[in-house]
């Protein structure tokens, strides 16, 4: 039985621990929070016990699961790793480059296992998709979010964008060329609306816009290749591909169109969605990398890679931009 404990039982920490309850092979020993007034609601709620030194709950657990504010992240996990402890880290990584860097060599030398939360590898709706041979060659990104006060204490970039960099990333497999980005703040003192655009060696290009001040949400991915269209839909949970001929079994219809180059078969489909908890999935496959030791689905180098283009965005918008 692999204990956890977590630290950081905010919003997104009571979601972890709902999702802890459900697994199997795992023990909750209990939380770390400063928050005395949301330390309470979790004891009364979970019935868990609340940790007032973290150094003593990460010394009791196997895992620990960091979901404190961004700026946290590197301490928590430099303790826990220098204990040997294996850690679940929510996205980003760490706050700043040098933070990442230090932490992916951390996990090395200590040789435990490392997980970040970049949890829309495990929507269902990216699922659906996986199993198709993706080679996009111009992709159109959306992420819109009405505003928040948390997760402000760093910019859009590193808050929202950096899940639409990690699932560009680990698509696209070229690195990047060149960036272009311009950004805004609006609400805050750093960039809370920002379009990029990230040209790859390969000849890909991806447009990115994220925005934490919309009246509307939306988290849509749109791949262009060249005998295909998908579309996926995060927050929907829907997929659609529109395919050159090459009909499969995903609820396909068909029909024939007449181009310059002859008749041409266009296919349309929608792949069935599987209803799956997309945490619950991330925390379990952090687990199955534990017991059968075997890499972790989002490793700290993928977390670190992503943190590189959403800093290296973040130069450009300071470069170029101006922040109101
Ligand atoms: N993967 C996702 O989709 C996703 C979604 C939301 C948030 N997040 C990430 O999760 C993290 C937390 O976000 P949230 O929305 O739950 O924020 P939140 O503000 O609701 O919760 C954070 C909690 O951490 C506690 N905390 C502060 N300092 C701490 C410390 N040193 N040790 C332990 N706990 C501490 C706070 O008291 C608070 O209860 C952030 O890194 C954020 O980027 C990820």
């Known amino acids: 039985m692999l204990k956890v404990g977590v630290f950081g039982v905010g919003h997104l920490g009571k979601f972890h621990l709902n999702n802890w309850k459900e697994i199997e092979g795992v023990k909750l020993v209990g939380f770390y929070d400063p928050d005395n007034e949301t330390a309470r609601m979790v004891t009364e709620q979970y ?17 620990v699961d960091v979901i404190a504010p961004t700026t946290y992240h590197f301490d928590l996990c430099m303790q826990a790793v220098r204990k040997g402890k294996h850690v679940f880290v ?21 040789n435990v296992k490392m997980q970040v939360g970049h949890v829309e590898r495990f929507n269902p709706a990216y699922l659906a998709i996986r199993d198709m041979s993706l080679n996009p060659m111009f992709i159109e990104v959306h992420r819109l979010a009405q505003f928040n006060p948390r997760g402000t204490e760093v910019s859009v970039i590193l808050d929202l964008m950096i899940h639409d960099i990690d699932i560009i990333l680990s698509l696209v497999k070229s690195d990047v060329k060149h960036i272009s980005a311009s950004g805004v703040a609006v609400m805050t003192d750093t960039p809370d609306i920002a379009n990029v655009r990230i040209e790859f060696n390969n000849g890909c290009v991806a447009n990115l816009t994220s925005s934490r001040i919309s009246m509307k949400k939306m988290r849509k991915i749109r791949l262009f290749q060249k005998d295909a269209y998908i579309g996926i839909d995060f927050l929907e949970k829907k997929t659609e591909i529109i395919k050159l001929k090459g009909a499969d079994d995903r609820n396909v219809f068909s029909f024939d169109i007449e181009t310059p180059n002859g008749k ?23 687990v199955d990398s534990i017991v059968s030791n075997k890499p972790t689905v989002v490793s700290e180098i993928d977390g670190f890679l992503a943190m590189e283009v959403a800093h290296q965005i973040l130069d450009k918008i300071n470069n170029t931009s101006i922040l109101v």
């Open 47 to 63: 019935g868990l016990k609340r940790f007032s030194d973290e150094k003593k709950l990460m010394d009791a657990c196997d895992i």
């Open 90 to 110: 929510e996205k980003p990584l760490a706050h700043t480059i040098q933070e990442g860097r230090d932490l992916v060599n951390m996990v090395r030398e200590a």
């Open 264 to 286: 041409k078969t266009i296919a349309i489909a929608n792949p069935a969605v599987q209803p799956l908890n997309a945490i619950k999935l991330e925390l379990e496959a952090f």
